[in-house]
């Protein structure tokens, strides 16, 4: 189909366009900017009069809960909500039930998606079988079934020299290795940040070093190994200086954070709001702002949603035995605007984290808008403010500490290889 997006304000952080032009879309691809192309007739036109018109969103952690994990979300649902929030593609954690270890699962999960006809869905693959930390994986089978890199997810893997080998290995192919600093024994059954709530309400804590040892570790290995590695959702400004440090360097190193750190503390747990209840934990006003002005100096490669839907009876229990995660998908974009606000980011420069950046990492030729490249297209509206409300959401999982919450930003189209996939009033 043939589809022209008039009078949109265009903002590609890769091209560094900011601009109020014209696209066009044929064949499923990008066919131009700015003046209509010789013979271009248009089978649909979309007025984005006041509307700004970006690359579709790419977020580095959304987990879809296949296989295994149905009861709290399908990957019909988990679609819907992607691309209902402007998402194009997105990366899958390997802790799905049996754990993304074998090509086959990885086939069958990719064909799942494909089926579906939304977002583009980018598998991480288990770094060792069944996440145990002990054998390694086929990574370069897995590889060849769709994984973009791999993962121990939130599993720890305790022996170093494990670790090593897999950085060795993965090194020798140039794949990626994605893994969430945090040291299993010094966080043990701890469920906040150790600081002043946590004492106050009696949770069991999690100091900063649990994040900082790990991170220690891993850019040791990094160094001896060579490996790209790419580090998951720091929570501290701890963590931010040793990255900047790493990449002063000249490590191959990027790093992400969840939307949810971007914005909340340990204050925000309350009086045991299990919504808050997240891994890595919310730490306190300090690691707050350190996180946010690491990702406008760019130490922060990427802001994602670590969108992990929770049933809603693992939700209402008691602080400490309520289950860990958000839904996020929905919410990426206007927390990332209200952000560039408060931090005084450009949109050119706030946009990349959720499109070329995250693109980079995954290694895929995606998140802009240059002629030839996927028509993966996101159009919303920057004034429109509209509340967050659990029956609103097409996620399955309805937790977040956002509910409540008016936010300013709307998605109003998706589009995925030319196709409106999402639209709205």
């Known amino acids: 189909m043939k589809i022209q997006i008039k009078n949109g304000r265009l903002i590609d952080p890769k091209n560094r366009t900011d601009a109020v032009l014209d696209l066009f879309i044929a064949d499923g691809k990008i066919l131009a900017t700015g003046k209509v192309p010789a013979g271009f007739v248009a089978e649909k036109m979309i007025d984005a009069s006041g509307l700004f018109v970006i690359p579709g969103m790419i977020d580095l952690a959304a987990r879809l809960r296949?296989?295994?994990?149905?009861?709290?979300a399908t990957l019909e649902s988990e679609m819907s909500a992607a691309v209902a929030g402007g998402i194009t593609s997105l990366a899958c954690p390997p802790d799905t039930d049996p754990a993304l270890d074998e090509p086959g699962l990885v086939e069958m999960l990719k064909h799942r998606a494909r089926?579906?006809?939304?977002?583009?869905?980018y598998p991480v693959g288990a770094l060792t079988y069944g996440l145990?930390?002990?054998?390694?994986?086929?990574?370069?089978?897995?590889?060849?079934?769709?994984?973009?890199?791999?993962?121990?997810?939130?599993?720890?893997?305790?022996?170093?020299?494990?670790?090593?080998?897999?950085?060795?290995?993965?090194?020798?192919?140039?794949?990626?290795?994605?893994?969430?600093?945090?040291?299993s024994f010094l966080a043990r059954d701890g469920v906040a940040h150790d600081g002043e709530v946590a004492t106050r309400l009696g949770l069991p804590a999690i100091p900063v070093c649990?994040?900082?040892?790990?991170?220690?570790?891993?850019?040791?290995?990094?160094?001896?190994?060579?490996?790209?590695?790419?580090?998951?959702?720091?929570?501290?400004?701890?963590?931010?200086?040793?990255?900047?440090?790493?990449?002063?360097?000249?490590?191959?190193?990027?790093?992400?954070?969840?939307?949810?750190?971007?914005?909340?503390?340990?204050?925000?747990?309350?009086?045991?709001?299990?919504?808050?209840?997240?891994?890595?934990?919310?730490?306190n006003q300090r690691d707050r702002d350190a996180l946010r002005n690491g990702l406008l100096e760019g130490v922060i490669d990427a802001m994602c949603s670590n969108h992990s839907p929770v049933d809603e009876d693992a939700k209402?229990?008691?602080?400490?035995?309520?289950?860990?995660?958000?839904?996020?998908?929905?919410?990426?974009?206007?927390?990332?605007?209200?952000?560039?606000?408060?931090?005084?980011?450009?949109?050119?420069?706030?946009?990349?984290?959720?499109?070329?950046?995250?693109?980079?990492?995954?290694?895929i030729d995606a998140g802009h808008l240059s002629p030839g490249v996927a028509?993966?297209?996101?159009?919303?509206?920057?004034?429109?403010?509209?509340?967050?409300?659990?029956?609103?959401?097409?996620?399955q999982g309805k937790n977040t500490p956002f509910i409540g919450m008016e936010l300013q930003g709307k998605?109003?189209?998706?589009?995925?290889?030319?196709?409106?996939?999402?639209?709205t009033t």
């Open 66 to 72: 296949e296989p295994g994990y149905e009861y709290r």
């Open 115 to 121: 089926a579906l006809s939304q977002a583009n869905v």
């Open 210 to 283: 649990a994040e900082t040892i790990a991170l220690a570790t891993m850019l040791q290995l990094a160094r001896k190994t060579g490996v790209r590695l790419h580090v998951c959702r720091i929570s501290s400004a701890e963590s931010v200086a040793m990255i900047r440090e790493a990449k002063k360097e000249g490590l191959a190193l990027t790093c992400d954070v969840s939307m949810n750190h971007i914005h909340l503390s340990e204050m925000d747990i309350g009086f045991f709001d299990s919504n808050c209840h997240l891994m890595p934990p919310l730490r």
């Open 132 to 183: 145990k930390g002990q054998e390694l994986t086929e990574m370069a089978e897995l590889a060849d079934a769709g994984c973009v890199a791999f993962s121990q997810a939130d599993a720890p893997l305790t022996d170093t020299r494990v670790l090593m080998r897999a950085m060795q290995y993965a090194a020798t192919f140039d794949f990626g290795v994605w893994l969430r600093p945090q040291d």
């Open 316 to 363: 209402q229990l008691p602080f400490a035995e309520a289950e860990a995660g958000a839904t996020g998908l929905e919410l990426l974009l206007p927390l990332l605007l209200k952000w560039a606000q408060q931090g005084k980011s450009t949109l050119l420069d706030a946009i990349a984290k959720v499109t070329v950046n995250p693109a980079r990492i995954l290694n």
């Open 411 to 423: 998605v109003r189209y998706t589009l995925v290889n030319g196709q409106i996939v999402y639209q």
């Open 375 to 395: 028509a993966d297209i996101c159009i919303f509206d920057p004034e429109r403010y509209w509340k967050v409300e659990a029956a609103a959401l097409k996620s």
